[in-house]
């Protein structure tokens, strides 16, 4: 029982973080529109971003590989709650290098929850290789999907300006994550 309820911990934290993405994924193109970005500037924003991470995601998955799963999600989850907080609060101050290291922060944060999950999915179903992978590929999406519902609603329905949705988002992460450790560390002391 004790082990089931660390997975479950572990995959709220995970989900959390992939509902953040939602957020983002909806509303991240609209928020930079309302900073005055011109399209030709979003696009060179977002190919630039990922020109330059490409390479370097190269070595951050070097480390990542050295770092358990449990730690990889809880700490890719809470730099991504920080960075959104931080973005959140930002809003229109918010240049385009900022904006930049924000994301490729979050990125970062992002590559370290993702292996984090896929490690604890591997290990945790190993007798299953095949549901294993089916949970892995179905878990993204429908995650980052609920995300994106529960932000046009809070848009629409609450009146959420995008600062207020990334800095709510930012937050509900970082206490999941929190909660989770705590729960964690309760649990199983040694660790």
Known sequence: MLKKRNILILMMASCSVLILAGFY???????????????????????????????????????????????????????????????????????????????????????????????????????????ASALDTVFSPLCTAIGSLAAGLMIGFLGLGFNDLFIFGGLFVIVIAVLGRILMRKESPEQ
């Open 25 to 131: 994924r909806a509303f991240f193109v609209l928020f930079l529109e309302d900073l005055g970005w011109s399209r030709d500037t979003i696009l060179f924003f977002v190919s630039l971003l990922t020109l330059i991470f490409l390479p370097i995601s190269l070595l951050v998955i070097k480390k990542i590989g050295e770092s358990k799963s449990q730690r990889n999600i809880f700490f890719g989850a809470t730099i991504n709650g920080i960075l959104s907080i931080i973005l959140g609060s930002l809003g229109s101050l918010a240049s385009f290098s900022t904006i930049f290291i924000v994301k490729f922060g979050q990125y970062i944060g992002g590559l370290m929850y993702g292996a984090g999950r896929s490690g604890l999915f591997s290990r945790k179903l190993k007798k299953y290789p095949q549901e």
